[in-house]
Each structure stands twice: as C-alpha cells, then as structure tokens.
C-alpha cells in the first residue's frame, strides 16, 4: 500500500508541475507591441487593450514629458506605469541601445498618485 501511495503522489506533483508550466505559457503568451518613439511608448502603457503585453522598444532614446506635442497634460504625470501582466523589453545584450529618460518630468511625476512609495 505504501509503495502504491507513493506512486500516487508522484503522479499528482507531476500533474501540478505540468499544470504549472501550461498556466506560465499562456500567461506571458500576451499580445506583442512594438514601439519607436516615445509617443508610441505612452500609446502603449496607457491602452486598456495592451494589458498583458510584450512592449518591445527599438534603439534610440524615450525622452518622457508631462505633456503631449499638444500641450495636453499626460496621464501619471508623465510617469510610465505599466498594466497588469504588461513586460517591457529592449535590445538584449545591449544595455545602452534603448534609453528611457525621465529627467525632464516634474518632480511630481514620481511622487503623486504613487500607490507603492516608491517608482524609478
């Protein structure tokens, strides 16, 4: 019984570790964005349907603001807040090919409405 109840066990932690594997798949199976410029970059963050995105930022610099080309006042301050399950990624193996530069925004911008404390 014993060696019956431990083959049992096995099986059921091979389910779990399968199932756990598929749910980690289908999670980071989001949509894919890619991004150019920095407008393309709020864009991005800030639509409700890129929740659980890949943004992916070609080479260059995002220089952030507090306002659009407009003069309209952006969301966060400026700040970029990623969505739920939302990954941003830019040129591996390459450090300094991709450059999101928030030293134009207020100081504002990292400090009102921020819920953790803590942003950078």
Not at 7 to 25: E, N
Not at 66 to 95: C, I, N, T, W
Request: hydrophobic content about 45%; aromatic content about 8%.
């Amino acid at each position: 019984m014993t060696q019956q109840f431990h083959f049992l066990d096995r099986c059921v932690g091979a389910l779990v570790f399968a199932a756990a594997i598929t749910t980690s798949a289908v999670a980071s199976a989001g949509p894919v964005v890619y991004v150019t410029n920095v407008e393309q970059l709020y864009d991005a963050l800030n639509n409700q349907p890129n929740e659980g995105a890949g943004v992916i930022l070609a080479p260059g610099i995002y220089l952030l603001s507090a306002k659009d080309p407009a003069g309209k006042d952006r969301a966060h301050f400026g700040r970029l807040e990623l969505q739920r399950d939302m990954s941003l990624y830019g040129v591996a193996g390459d450090r300094a090919a991709v450059v999101i530069n928030g030293a134009a925004l207020p100081s504002e911008s990292f400090t009102k409405d921020v819920l953790f404390g803590r942003t950078g």
